[in-house]
Antibody, heavy 115, light 113 residues
Framework: EVQLVESGGGLVQPGGSLRLSCAASGFTFSSYDMHWVRQATGKGLEWVSVIGNAGDTYYSGSVKGRFTISRENAKNSLYLQMNSLRAEDTAVYYC?????????WGKGTTVTVSS | DIVMTQSPDSLAVSLGERATINCKSSQSVLYSSNNKIYLAWYQHKPGQPPKLLIYWASTRQSGVPDRFSGSGSGTDFTLTISSLQAEDVAVYYCQQYYSTPFTFGQGTKLEIK
């Protein structure tokens, strides 16, 4: 079964850090580009970052310089290191896989940034 | 950045009737070297991850009912549900994967009239 499972979400204070993980199974992880997409409560989907199967990385303007995406193909795992967190980063974070369009999605992990 | 604009923001349609959602990109998402349109449609229900419905603007994902169809070219695209079913109540998003950042439209909330 194709599966992505996110973990690492939680409550963090403004200015703090959090590391999200995404464990993949049931498909050839190393051949997929991997994304993070988020949705704040009551808002739409927002693309956050992608790491290509060759390791190239791209970020949205709202997180560039604060978030770092990485992957470990030997462990079929994707990560998102989030630093200098702000209240507006509060959201459900989904990992997703693509070869072009995103056709594999996890169920999401919730990040809350609040004092 | 490519801006994706959907219309309407919300839509109420009677069961069995047609639902049409529009999406406009601020620049072309047609890649001329392979003649493919880098546009996808997703269905998102509360408490669930987004579900891919349509890719390459008009190709239905495996397992998606044939009442869902996508069309369009250049910068204007349409998602059509030919005969609305109760389980189609959701928010629908278009998304371009032509260039980073891979932007989504703001979403269209579809309800039953």
């Amino acid at each position: 079964e194709v599966q992505l499972v996110e973990s690492g979400g939680g409550l963090v204070q403004p200015g703090g850090s959090l590391r999200l993980s995404c464990a993949a199974s049931g498909f050839t992880f190393s051949s997929y580009d991997m994304h993070w997409v988020r949705q704040a409560t009551g808002k739409g989907l927002e693309w956050v970052s992608v790491i290509g199967n060759a390791g190239d990385t791209y970020y949205s303007g709202s997180v560039k310089g604060r978030f770092t995406i990485s992957r470990e193909n030997a462990k079929n795992s994707l990560y998102l290191q989030m630093n200098s967190l702000r209240a507006e980063d509060t959201a459900v974070y989904y990992c997703a896989g693509s070869k072009n369009y995103m056709d594999v999605w996890g169920k999401g992990t919730t990040v809350t940034v609040s004092s | 950045d490519i801006v994706m604009t959907q219309s309407p923001d919300s839509l109420a349609v009677s069961l069995g009737e047609r639902a049409t959602i529009n999406c406009k990109s601020s620049q072309s998402v047609l890649y001329s070297s392979n003649n493919k349109i880098y546009l996808a449609w997703y269905q998102h229900k509360p408490g669930q991850p987004p579900k891919l419905l349509i890719y390459w603007a008009s190709t239905r994902q495996s397992g998606v009912p044939d009442r869902f169809s996508g069309s369009g070219s250049g910068t204007d695209f349409t998602l059509t549900i030919s005969s609305l079913q109760a389980e189609d109540v959701a928010v629908y998003y278009c998304q371009q994967y032509y260039s980073t950042p891979f932007t989504f439209g703001q979403g269209t909330k579809l309800e039953i009239k």
